[in-house]
């Protein structure tokens, strides 16, 4: 993911699991441009944060020092106690470029990963992602690189192509230049967007079959919530599964049955009357600022009263699910909030006579590097979908947040508590008008083909809008026909030539049939206007 796996949110991810297992689950960084980060010190520093002087120069052999003789303790990135495994995933188009960026981030990781699929227009533009597909001479060459030089794992990431034998003979490619395991997602490289439509896992299947067993393959795609983990290593037959945009809208995924009922005792994991649950928001969003104020601001995190659960008595605060991650925290120090200038202070009377665009420019600086702060408004709005669709007023003040200013995220906060508690007290009183009927509230309907429509996917994952729950795209026939989706130039002209070939088809099949038909009639003496047309259902 783009600007969406930093140390935090992966801090987050794993602290839904106890902490003996949370070395189970294996992290992505966010995906850098390799050509950037090995050139520029600015970009390494903004982006990675191993250690706090920055990286400056890359371990090119193994002969140097190991990390604990360089006096320079792990920072966050890689952090041995709470972030490993760990990958660090890259893009590239040159070997040079990869190995040197490879080569900066070693020690501080336990493989390195080439994204061969990102899909977007800036991929295509900078000629990297799914847009290195038809170059697989360059593919070889970066892999054969890595894995040549460099001391730890290289990994690759594809998508399926057209047919299961050219997807085949892709995995085969990566495999034989040094791959040590390749993660594939079972979507197409034009699949995305409202064209998104659903992974085909059989594509993955085919590859767990044709390929020699010894081989780790990753699944990802259609994992939109926990009971989906299972059912894709089950279906697949892969060796683990990924999730990117499940875990965006629930970093608790992959929570065991076991920490969501601890969690359904301390109040952070609901459930409804009918056996359906989910994380609250509000507890997830507790977590995850504790996080940014422990490890990224190193400051203690605020203390907080108990999450309210109705019925039930005040009791003392209690300890989040999985914690601690690390031992007891000792602040170490404070980024001090850089204070307004004379001429940046407004005046009492400022908000109602200075215009809009001049206080914007009078409110104090909270500008910051952090990768870890500049994501947080972005991971709100995806946690928070649902409650701020409805509750418009914290969805505004989310849009006006900047990053690191903790105290409108606690505002926040505060207001998601507040209607959380309205939420769960109106649940009490009438669980019915937070039940899905039979038909959504757009009015379509379930037809039962899952390649067709998303009803049947929606209606599984809904639930009240303070829980968790993953954001299910509308199919591409779907958004056409609400027009969400439009078709481009490109797009329209193949359609047209499609139904063109068609009804060229079934013309030369009509005539067919009708010489066929006319000798029918001349045997068996009936009359064409009496005969029933072939594949049509009559009575």
């Given at each position: 993911m783009v600007d969406q796996s930093e140390?935090?949110?992966?801090?987050?991810?794993?602290?839904?699991?106890?902490?003996?297992q949370q070395s189970s689950l294996l992290a992505y960084t966010p995906?850098?441009?390799?050509?950037?980060?090995?050139?520029?010190?600015?970009?390494?520093?903004?982006?990675?944060?191993?250690?706090?002087?920055?990286?400056?120069?890359?371990?090119?052999?193994?002969?140097?020092?190991?990390l604990e003789e360089k006096q320079e303790p792990v920072y966050l990135d890689g952090h041995p106690s709470h972030d490993r495994p760990l990958i660090v995933q890259f893009c590239a188009n040159d070997p040079d470029d990869l190995l040197e960026a490879a080569q900066h981030v070693a020690p501080y990781c336990d493989a390195v990963d080439l994204n061969l699929g990102c899909p977007q227009g800036?991929?295509?533009?900078?000629?990297?992602?799914?847009?290195?597909?038809?170059?697989?001479?360059?593919?070889?060459?970066?892999?054969?690189?890595?894995?040549?030089?460099?001391?730890?794992?290289?990994?690759?990431?594809?998508?399926?192509?057209?047919?299961?034998e050219e997807t085949l003979q892709y995995a085969k490619l990566l495999l034989d230049a040094g791959a040590s395991w390749i993660a594939v997602h079972g979507r197409r490289r034009e699949q995305k967007g409202h064209q998104t439509g659903l992974a085909d896992w059989t594509m993955i299947r085919y590859l767990r079959d044709m390929l020699p067993k010894e081989t780790v393959i990753f699944a990802n795609g259609n994992v939109l919530g926990h009971q989906e983990l299972e059912r894709c290593l089950q279906v697949t037959g892969a060796d683990g599964v990924m999730s990117a945009e499940g875990n965006l809208c629930?970093?608790?995924?992959?929570?065991?049955?076991?920490?969501r009922k601890l969690g359904e005792e301390k109040g952070e994991y609901w459930k409804g009357r009918d056996g359906k649950g989910g994380w609250r928001m509000d507890?997830?969003?507790?977590?995850?600022?504790?996080?940014?104020?422990?490890?990224?601001?190193?400051i203690a995190p605020p203390r907080r009263t108990p999450l309210f659960v109705p019925g039930s008595k005040t009791i003392d605060s209690l300890p989040l699910v999985g914690t601690p991650l690390v031992p007891p925290f000792q602040p170490t120090s404070t980024i001090p909030t850089q204070p307004p200038t004379d001429d940046q202070t407004p005046t009492s009377?400022?908000?109602?006579?200075?215009?809009?665009?001049?206080?914007k420019e009078n409110r104090p600086s909270s500008r910051t590097t952090s990768p870890n702060l500049l994501a947080v408004q972005a991971h709100l709005f995806h946690l928070l979908r649902p409650l701020v669709s409805k509750h418009t007023h914290i969805r505004d003040k989310l849009a006006r947040a900047r990053a690191r200013d903790m105290d409108t995220f606690e505002?926040?906060?505060?207001?998601?508590?507040?209607?959380?508690?309205?939420?769960?007290?109106?649940?009490?009183?009438?669980?019915?008008?937070?039940?899905?009927?039979?038909?959504?509230?757009?009015?379509?309907?379930?037809?039962?083909?899952?390649?067709?429509?998303?009803?049947?996917?929606?209606?599984?994952?809904?639930?009240?809008?303070?829980?968790?729950?993953?954001?299910?795209?509308p199919l591409p026939k779907e958004a056409l026909e609400k027009g969400s989706l439009s078709l481009?130039?490109?797009?329209?002209?193949?359609?047209?030539?499609?139904?063109?070939?068609?009804?060229?088809?079934?013309?030369?099949?009509?005539?067919?049939?009708d010489s066929a038909r006319e000798e029918r009639d001349e045997k068996d003496g009936v009359p064409r206007d009496e005969m029933a047309k072939e594949a049509m259902v009559c009575g």
């Open positions: 140390f935090a949110w992966r801090l987050l991810t794993r602290s839904f699991l106890p902490p003996d995906m850098f441009h390799a050509r950037l980060f090995r050139g520029t010190q600015t970009f390494r520093d903004h982006h990675f944060q191993p250690i706090r002087t920055g990286l400056t120069s890359p371990l090119r052999d193994s002969s140097q020092p190991p800036i991929a295509r533009k900078g000629h990297y992602g799914s847009f290195l597909q038809e170059s697989p001479n360059l593919i070889h060459s970066l892999v054969s690189k890595l894995a040549k030089d460099l001391d730890i794992p290289i990994t690759a990431k594809m998508r399926i192509l057209n047919t299961k629930d970093p608790g995924i992959f929570a065991k049955d076991q920490e507890a997830v969003m507790r977590r995850y600022l504790d996080i940014l104020y422990q490890h990224v601001l190193e009377n400022s908000t109602s006579e200075t215009p809009a665009n001049k206080r505002e926040i906060l505060s207001l998601i508590e507040d209607v959380t508690k309205q939420g769960l007290l109106d649940y009490e009183n009438d669980p019915t008008q937070f039940e899905v009927g039979k038909e959504e509230e757009d009015g379509v309907g379930d037809d039962g083909n899952e390649e067709e429509s998303s009803v049947k996917a929606r209606r599984a994952c809904k639930r009240p809008w303070w829980v968790c729950q993953p954001y299910v795209r481009g130039k490109k797009a329209k002209r193949k359609m047209e030539e499609e139904a063109a070939e068609e009804g060229r088809r079934m013309k030369g099949r009509e005539e067919g049939k």
